[in-house]
């Protein structure tokens, strides 16, 4: 075959390549939050919070202790006081067993960080809360979960210049589930970051 009719097959499948190679980058940023979409979730906070952070994680401690809802399935979470304030569920990505952020979701945190300093947001405190499925040793994940929010956090406050003061951390490892239903389901690995003061 000559080499000008090898160029012409080849073209469309080289064309057809660096298009899907473009476009991923764009599929993923309509997938993360906009600092927009991050603000308007956040805001709207009518009264500061009584939720305490040391008390939450007492909360959870004290389930794992008891040996309390030892079944994940349909298990409550520790407060639903969480789910009914200002929030966000984050998709960070961790190595595997680990708290460390993986670089791709850095992205993601730098929106956060840009929201928080919004004027709409610049008067607020916020808890990140770090939670793991339902598998392997429940206090594992508990301590897992913890180590994971603190890394968000260090992350806004090192990386991008978030006042530390206006940033907590908790993890509630499998005790405080996005999805009951499915307790061993990626999606329960979700961070959330809620407006609390």
Not at 4 to 18: E, F, H, K, N, Y
Not at 60 to 79: E, F, I, M, Q
Not at 180 to 191: E, F, G, M, T
């Amino acid at each position: 075959m000559p080499p000008l009719d090898i160029a012409r097959r080849l073209l469309p499948l080289t064309v057809g390549m660096w298009m899907a190679v473009l476009a991923a980058p764009l599929a993923w940023s309509q997938d993360a939050p906009t600092t927009e979409a991050v603000v308007s979730a956040l805001a709207g906070l009518e009264a500061p919070s009584d939720l305490e952070v040391p008390a939450l994680r007492q909360q959870a401690t004290d389930r794992l202790k008891s040996k309390a809802d030892a079944v994940a399935l349909k298990r409550r979470p520790v407060s639903a006081q969480l789910n009914k304030l200002p929030h966000l569920n984050l998709d960070i990505q961790f190595n595997p067993d680990t708290p460390v952020i993986r670089p791709e979701s850095y992205r993601e945190i730098g929106r956060i960080a840009d929201a928080l300093t919004n004027p709409a947001l610049m008067s607020s405190t916020f808890l990140i809360v770090g939670r793991t499925e339902s598998t392997g040793r429940r206090d594992n994940n508990l301590a897992l979960s913890q180590r994971r929010a603190e890394a968000i956090r260090d992350a806004l406050v090192i990386t991008f210049r978030v006042s530390s003061k206006r940033l907590l951390a908790v993890g509630l490892g499998e005790e405080q589930l996005l999805d009951a239903d499915r307790p061993k389901s990626a999606v329960n690995q979700q961070s959330t970051i809620v407006t609390i003061r």
